[in-house]
Structures are given as C-alpha cells and as structure tokens.
C-alpha cells in the first residue's frame, strides 16, 4: 500500500443499504484493488451505537484495503477531508406524511450536509446521492455547495439501470454483458423513462431485436419502473444490496470510465441537453472519462420516447418548484 487512503463519507451507516455497502468499500470494490480506504460514518445519535457494531465487524473483516472507520453525528465533522461522499440516509416517507411533508424533512438533511461538503470536503469531492427522493435531495445538497463544481453532485439512477439490464438479457435471451447503450433518463421514480432504443445486443440495434413495442410499452418500462414498490411488496423493506452494489458500481464507474463503446446512467446536473431545464439533476446517458461523467450528445429522440422523457423531467421540474417554495433551495 504505498498510496494514501481516500477518505469515504458514508450516511445511513447503520442502515440497511449501509451495511451491504460498507464491506464492500472496505474490501476494495469502490475504488479499486490498491486504493486504501478510511471510512468516515455519519449517522444521527440514536443510531451511533448500531454504527458502532458495524465498525466492530469491520475491523473483524481484516480488510487490507480499510485504514480505519470513525463515526460521527455531526456532518461537519464526517464531511472534514472527504473524497467520496455517499449520501444514503434519508427520512422515509411515513403513514400520513404528504409529499411535501417529505421534502421538507430530507431538505432538513440534505441541506446541511451540502453545506458541510462545502465547508470541508476535499477538492476533488464525488458525491453521490442514494437517500430517496434522491434527485431532488442531490439538488439541495447541490444549491448549498456553492465553492464545489455543481458536476461533483450526482443521484443514483444505476440501479434502474441494471434492473433495466436485467430484464431486457431476460427477454432477448442474452447475457448482460451483450448489451450496450441502455440508459436511463428522468427521475429515479415511477416515471423514469429506461430507453432501448439507443441500446445495442450483439451488435443489433435492441428495440429491433426486441421487435414489440406493446412489451416494451406495457411491461419493460413499467416493470424497471416500479421494481423498487415490488421489491417492498416481497421483502417487506426497500431494495438494499441491490442498492448497495449499484453505488458500488456508479462510483467505480466514475473513477475508472466507461468501456469504449458503451454509457451508463447516472442523474448529473443538466445542461440543458436534450431540453432538460438547466440546473435539475435528471438521468442521462453518460460517459465517465479521467473522473468526470459527461451526458452522451446528439442522440436522436423519437416521439416514444420524447413523451415519456418530458414527463419524468416535468416531476423534476416540480419537486424543484416545491423545495423552492419551501424555502430550501
Ligand atoms: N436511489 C436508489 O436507487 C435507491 C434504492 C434503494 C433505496 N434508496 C433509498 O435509500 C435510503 C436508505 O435506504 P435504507 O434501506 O438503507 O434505509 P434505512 O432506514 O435502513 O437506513 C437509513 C439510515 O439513515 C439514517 N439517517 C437518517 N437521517 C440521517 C441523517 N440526517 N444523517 C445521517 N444518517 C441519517 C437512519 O438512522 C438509518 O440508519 C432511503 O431513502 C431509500 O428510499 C434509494
Ligand atoms: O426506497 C424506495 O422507495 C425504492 C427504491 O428507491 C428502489 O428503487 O428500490
């Protein structure tokens, strides 16, 4: 080990995402095979304690890789000299709570910790925001960072993404890994729009290949759309390693790039590409390229997909309009 460690800010620690995520950090899967790693876990006080154990059975791991784990409750203090920052513990929606009433609760979170990211973090910070409503909750950390580039902030649409690898390897009958160029656009929500019609399997452009649009319309968008309620509906909790092991990829993708000819998806701050409202954080395609995501260009958008883009970024558009109202951004 002859480089420094990467100091890795990890909220919710205690949580359940956190502690299918945190081993994995602490094995080398984030950042790579001779990347040390000091954890650093934030979490609120009455989960310091369960934090605690988890830091137990890390050490217990023996992991080459971890070259420490403290815990804090206070941002300030957990954001201090932090290069990765993997936003995961959010306020989850509860019996009588209204939409509104949630955004306000995780604006209370989110804000001061983009604050502290602000204040401490290192210069070359990634952040990626996991924490339900996770786009609009990357905003407002975004909007009270200024001093950090707004690119630094990203929200977690890697799992839609995969979920959407996953049932189109089902229905063409191929690996995952025979296909390219499948993205995700939009909101990580109910509307987000998982568009096959860029996407490549062996070589075939995949909507061809798929040749049925009623299943692509009827059950592949709305099965990759909705897996996170179905997912809840049979484990009776959200989606964790799943979640877990999409952060894991999204930040190694980050870090070490895209193959050549093939994106991912991750929601970056827009542009103004393909008439995304500049400023909101929306799903793309991306390229990942010496450290930096960029949206994929001069794609054609056809009317199908046109729709259903327009609107999961018009969602965007008005959780934006309601945290503003609220005062939070
Ligand atoms: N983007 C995605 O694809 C995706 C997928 C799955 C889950 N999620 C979301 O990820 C979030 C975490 O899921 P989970 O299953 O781990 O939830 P969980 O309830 O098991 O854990 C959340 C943890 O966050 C902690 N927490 C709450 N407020 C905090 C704060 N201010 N600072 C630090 N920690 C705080 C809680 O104490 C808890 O330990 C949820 O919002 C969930 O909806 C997102
Ligand atoms: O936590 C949720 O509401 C669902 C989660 O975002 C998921 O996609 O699995």
Redesign the pocket.
């Known amino acids: 080990m002859t480089q420094a460690p990467v100091n890795v800010t990890v ?2 620690a ?5 502690y299918a995520l945190l081993f994995r950090i602490a094995s080398g899967q984030l950042l790579g095979q001779d990347t040390p790693v000091k954890l650093r876990l ?3 006080p009455q ?1 310091v304690k369960a934090a605690e154990g988890t830091a137990l059975e890390l050490e217990d791991g023996a992991f080459p890789l971890l070259a420490g784990t403290d815990i804090f409750d206070d941002p300030k203090q957990a954001f201090e000299g932090t290069n990765v920052a993997l936003l ?5 929606r509860t019996k009588g709570m209204e939409r509104g009433d949630l955004l306000e609760a995780n604006g209370g ?1 989110f804000k001061p910790q983009g604050e502290a990211i602000n204040a401490g973090a290192a210069d070359d910070v990634k952040v990626l925001v ?3 409503p ?1 786009n609009t909750n990357a905003l407002i950390a975004q909007q009270h960072a200024p001093d950090v580039p707004a690119e630094r902030f990203t929200a ?1 649409t890697r ?2 993404h995969n979920r959407a690898l996953a049932q189109l390897s089902k229905k063409l009958g191929v690996s995952v890994s025979d296909i390219r160029k499948l993205a995700i656009w939009g909101n ?1 929500s109910a509307t987000q729009y998982p568009n096959v019609f860029h996407a490549e399997v062996g070589g075939r452009n995949a909507a061809e290949a798929v040749g049925d649009e009623k299943w692509l319309a009827d059950e592949f968008i709305p099965t990759v759309a909705k897996r ?1 309620a179905a997912i809840i509906e049979a484990r009776g909790a ?3 390693a799943s ?1 877990a092991s ?1 952060a894991i990829d999204h930040v190694y993708t980050w870090v070490n790039g895209t193959p050549e000819g093939d994106w991912t998806s991750a929601a970056v701050v827009s542009d103004g590409s393909y008439g995304v409202p500049e400023g909101l954080i929306s799903s793309f395609p991306v390229t990942a390229k010496d450290g930096k995501y960029e949206i994929v260009q001069g794609l054609e958008i056809n009317e199908f997909s046109r729709t259903r883009i327009d609107a999961s970024v018009q969602e965007l558009a008005d959780e934006r309009d309601a945290v503003r109202k609220l005062g939070l951004i």
Request: aromatic content about 0%; hydrophobic content about 50%; glycine content about 20%.
């Open positions: 909220t919710g205690a949580g359940q995402i956190g934030l979490e609120i989960a995961v513990g959010a306020r989850p979170i996991v924490g339900n996770a977690m799992l839609d990580h996170g959200s989606s964790a979640a999409a």
